[in-house]
């Protein structure tokens, strides 16, 4: 695996760079750079590949989620991004790659390897969406044939992919954040905006069922607004949750007398762990859908088992390869809708809103092993919930943010636990006494969370909201230190203004 990592690694030399600036810059160069990204994640957003007849609105889980628009150069979104960097902190944490994270030389190698990977994933998703998806119309385009315009599009949702990962580069240099959260931000905002018009404006909404009169016409407008209301209480209730904390009382050495206190989040990792783990199930659906593609899918009318390889000709045995059904089935769009991969993925209920939403869970079930649907809600969360803690876990890891890197770091700025003596050591152990606690819980709670925001039917879906208010409390939290620094001359000296 090292030789492999190595080999992936070398490609680096080969691709551009964004060098950081020469000197901090402040808040107004930082918002500008911000905007700009924001403005080129819109154009791309917005911009229809050549080939494909339409695109799809990020109004779904999964495009909500990793900033994509199906059709789009953003068809991929940040997915190849976030996954390469999954596979690589699974890699170092096996201790399949040896590379120390803690040292500055392994994490830039450990950056640049993820840069090259997030390339080839980018490539390979492009691949498998057109190939398995059929977004490519059969007939020709512009006069070209089906299989040159497959390949055009490919070459260019890999393009947009490639845009992305040196956008996320320019905002994490230069920007606010990191590119990935900021467009994460973006997309949720986007969904949320266009749901709200859509309910209040769009076709069976507040003013259509008003306008229809009679006596329900007002609780059925309430009920079409159920999911801005769960949206509104999502947003609340993650609110509340970012404020809460842990603080230790520190002492500095050369200052006596000031005793004030280390805040430890209760969400200590942040949203980090839930973006991982929503990457991964799109992951598992997009390359579900390509892999068992072609399977069982039950009739919409009938509800019975529909044989899309025996009715294409292949000959396919539902007897002779009934471990496939158990894996996972897909529909007509490639979409997982049954098997046990099904019960990693969200619950979508379309655009029925919240009521199809608690329809689906309390009496729906899968469509060929009829497994109920409540079971699927129950697996989601729960798996959410525990697939956060191990990125937690490793993210804690990889970012320096473990006990003892915050002793040393404490220890190196002159801080020390009252009533304790000054070593690392002892400053490590009664870190770890609440930081390995906090990541669990915090990483723990924050899965849940998102997973039981998501069966609310709020727009922008529940994890999206979660995620995005996250953003942007830290996004406010960074802004308010940048207009510390710049209005202090001494801050700005320390930091190196």
């Known amino acids: 695996m090292a030789g492999i990592i190595d080999i992936i690694h070398s490609f680096h030399k080969v691709l551009p760079t964004v060098k950081g600036p ?10 500008l750079w911000t905007g700009l990204a924001l403005v080129l994640y819109f154009m791309m957003y917005q911009t229809t590949v050549f080939g494909v007849p339409h695109t799809t609105g990020g109004v779904d889980f999964l495009q909500t989620i990793t900033a994509a628009r ?9 997915g190849p991004l976030v996954l390469s960097s999954i596979f690589l902190q699974l890699f170092v944490g096996a201790g399949l790659i040896n590379l120390n994270l803690k040292d500055k030389n392994d994490k830039i190698k450990f950056a640049e ?22 977004i490519v119309p059969l007939a020709p385009v512009a006069g070209l044939s089906p299989m040159v315009v497959m390949v055009l599009v490919v070459l260019q949702i890999t393009l947009g992919s490639i845009l992305i990962l040196f956008l996320d580069e320019i905002v994490t240099k230069y920007g606010i954040g990191s590119g990935i959260s900021l467009f994460i931000a973006a997309g ?12 209040i404006f769009g076709a069976q909404g507040v003013i259509e069922t008003i306008s229809g009169g009679g006596a329900e016409a007002l609780p059925n407008a309430l009920l079409v607004l159920l999911p801005f209301a769960f949206t509104m209480l999502v947003f609340l209730a993650v609110v509340y949750a970012e404020g809460v904390k842990v603080e230790i009382p520190i002492a500095f050495q050369r200052v006596r007398g000031m005793v004030p206190k280390l805040p430890l989040k209760f969400f200590y990792v942040s949203n980090i762990p839930v973006i991982f783990a929503s990457a991964l199930i799109m992951n598992i659906q997009l390359f579900s859908g390509g892999v068992l593609a072609g399977q069982y899918w039950a009739d919409q009318t009938t509800g019975e088992a529909i044989d ?20 996972g089935y897909v529909d007509q769009n490639g979409q997982l809708r049954d098997g046990l991969l099904y019960f990693f993925t969200p619950l979508y209920a ?12 309390s009496g729906g079930h899968t469509p060929i092993l009829g497994i109920p649907e409540w079971i699927h809600a129950f697996s989601y969360v729960i798996l959410l919930s525990l697939v956060s803690i191990i990125f937690g876990l490793f993210w804690v890891e990889t970012s320096n943010m473990d006990a003892k890197s915050v002793a040393g770091q404490l220890s190196d ?5 009252p009533g304790f003596r000054r070593d690392p050591r002892m400053l490590e152990t009664i870190l770890n006494k609440h930081i390995f606690p906090l990541t669990v819980m915090g990483s723990f709670a924050v899965g849940l969370l998102a997973g039981v925001a998501d069966l609310t039917g709020a727009l922008g879906t529940g994890t999206g909201i979660l995620l995005t208010v996250g953003i942007l409390h830290r996004m406010y939290e960074q802004l308010e230190q940048m207009k510390a620094i710049d209005s202090n001359p001494m801050l700005s000296k320390l930091f190196g203004g």
Request: a negative charge; zero cysteines; hydrophobic letters at 50%.
């Open 22 to 31: 020469d000197k901090p810059l402040g808040s107004n160069d930082k918002l």
């Open 70 to 78: 199906i059709g789009s150069l953003l068809t991929t979104g940040i």
């Open 113 to 134: 390897t993820q840069k090259v990977l997030a390339i080839l994933l980018a490539l390979a998703e492009a691949l498998i969406f057109v190939v398995f998806t059929q």
């Open 188 to 199: 949720v905002s986007f969904a949320v905006f266009a749901g709200v018009i859509s309910l």
């Open 308 to 327: 899309q390889f025996n009715d294409i000709g292949a000959g396919y045995d539902f007897d002779k390869h009934g471990f496939l059904p158990l894996v």
């Open 350 to 361: 379309g655009s029925g809103g919240t009521v199809a939403q608690w329809n689906l869970v």
């Open 413 to 417: 700025s002159g801080i020390q636990i």
